[in-house]
Structure formats: C-alpha cells, structure tokens
Nanobody
Framework: QVQLVESGGGLVQPGGSLRLSCAAS????????MGWYRQAPGKQRELVAT???????TYADSVKGRFTISRDNAKNTVSLHMNSLKPEDTAVYYC???????????????WGQGTQVTVSS
C-alpha cells in the first residue's frame, strides 16, 4: 500500500502565497511521477503540475509562472509553491503518485485525501 498525505492548505488573500506538501509512505519500491491536481466545486479534476523522478516538470497553462513543483526523492515528498494566487485557484488540491510497490512490479496510481485551498479577500 501507498499512503499520500497532503498539508499546507488554507485561506489566503488574492496575490498571496501558499505552499502545499505531500508525503508518500508505505511499501514503496519506487515512485515515478508525482503531481498535484485540483478540483473546484462543479468542475472536473484538473492537472496542476507534475514532476518526474528526474525532475522534469509540466504545468497547466493557468498556473505556469506562478506555481512551482518540486520533490525530494529521498524523502518521497512533493511540494507545490503557489504564488500570486487568484480566486480561481480555489479548489481542493490532491497529491498524486505513480508508484511501484515492493510486492509487485506493476505501476499504480495513488491519491491523497486532498487539502482545501481558498483564495479570497
């Protein structure tokens, strides 16, 4: 099993900053890509940013230049630094990881419980 626990969500004013963190634990053999997704009320879950084990990143156009994703492979953590936040960034943010367990050779997709980010004055 793999468990992902997010932290760092909260209320922030427009233009403010916030940092989200996610820690993976369990019987992990390796983790390939990790990422952040978000889902606002009434909307589909969307990709925010991803990062490979080698550090290659991708970003949604809506957050490019404002958000930065990073990871610590040794600690199995991934972070999302969010700057210049806008009200439209309000959503539940979910951590995602593609991991291989020690018990098998199959890559599986895992999700955290989510953390609420609210951008409002």
């Amino acid at each position: 099993q793999v468990q992902l626990v997010e932290s760092g969500g909260g209320l922030v004013q427009p233009g403010g900053s916030l940092r989200l963190s996610c820690a993976a634990s369990g019987n992990i053999f390796s983790i390939n890509a990790m990422g952040w997704y978000r889902q606002a009320p009434g909307k589909q879950r969307e990709l925010v940013a991803t990062i490979t084990s080698g550090g290659r990143t991708t970003y949604a156009d809506s957050v490019k230049g404002r958000f930065t994703i990073s990871r610590d492979n040794a600690k199995n953590t991934v972070s999302l630094h969010m700057n210049s936040l806008k009200p439209e960034d309000t959503a539940v943010y979910y951590c995602n990881a593609d991991a291989v367990l020690t018990t098998n050779l199959r890559v599986r997709d895992y999700w955290g419980q989510g953390t609420q980010v609210t951008v409002s004055s």
